[in-house]
Antibody
């Protein structure tokens, strides 16, 4: 059974940093592209970042302006999101998502999400 | 960036109704479109991928169609558990991967 378990969220002051983790199990992590998607309170889904299976290619939403860094450790079956210079508008539930087995970059599996609140 | 516009933004319907939600892309995306269902406080669930392929385990009353710029999600006979918010998502041209703004389906 595919499982994705996020951790690392919490309350942080504006300008602070957080590192989110996503522990994957139940599939061969190293062959799948992974993504982070977020959802602000009462709002829609917003794609945040993408990383290829090898970790060699990363993409980010323009709104992040270089503040976030995605990475992965295939030996540990783990995905990460380093978030710096956090702003109130980064407040959201952050989901890690695995791409579908069909090969397209849609999200077949989601974690339960970890909430991030940026507030003083 | 490719923009996705869903219509309607909200919809009231009754159990047993046939419902159609539309997603329009700002430029052609072939069939690289997915549909998700999200219930309050829950994780999004993939319903349809590649515009018309039903995800495993999803009831057959859900169907998707379209290609290019115009897509539809149809629920043939609404069930009580179908009341939720639905999102389309394109993955033809990225970054960025984009979602529609969502369609909230409510009980009439």
């Amino acid at each position: 059974e595919v499982q994705l378990v996020e951790s690392g969220g919490g309350l942080v002051q504006p300008g602070g940093s957080l590192r989110l983790s996503c522990a994957a199990s139940g599939f061969t992590f190293s062959i799948y592209t992974m993504n982070w998607v977020r959802q602000a309170p009462g709002k829609g889904l917003e794609w945040v970042s993408y990383i290829s299976s090898s970790g060699s290619t990363m993409y980010y939403a323009d709104s992040l302006k270089g503040r976030f860094t995605i990475s992965r450790d295939n030996a540990k079956n783990s995905l990460y999101l380093q978030m710096n210079s956090l702003r109130a508008e980064d407040t959201a539930v952050y989901y890690c998502a695995r791409v579908h087995s069909s090969g397209g970059t849609c999200f077949g599996y989601w974690g339960q999400g970890t909430p991030v609140t940026v507030s003083s | 960036a490719i923009q996705l516009t869903q219509s309607p933004s909200s919809l009231s319907a009754s159990v047993g109704d046939r419902v159609t939600i539309t997603c329009r892309a700002s430029q052609g995306i072939s069939s690289a479109l997915a549909w998700y269902q999200q219930k309050p406080g829950k994780v999004p669930k993939l319903l349809i991928y590649d515009a018309s392929n039903l995800e495993s385990g999803v009831p057959s009353r859900f169907s998707g169609s379209g290609s290019g710029t115009d897509f539809t999600l149809t629920i043939s006979s609404l069930q009580p558990e179908d009341f939720a918010t639905y999102y389309c998502q394109q993955f033809n041209t990225y970054p960025p991967i984009t979602f529609g703004q969502g369609t909230r389906l409510e009980i009439k």
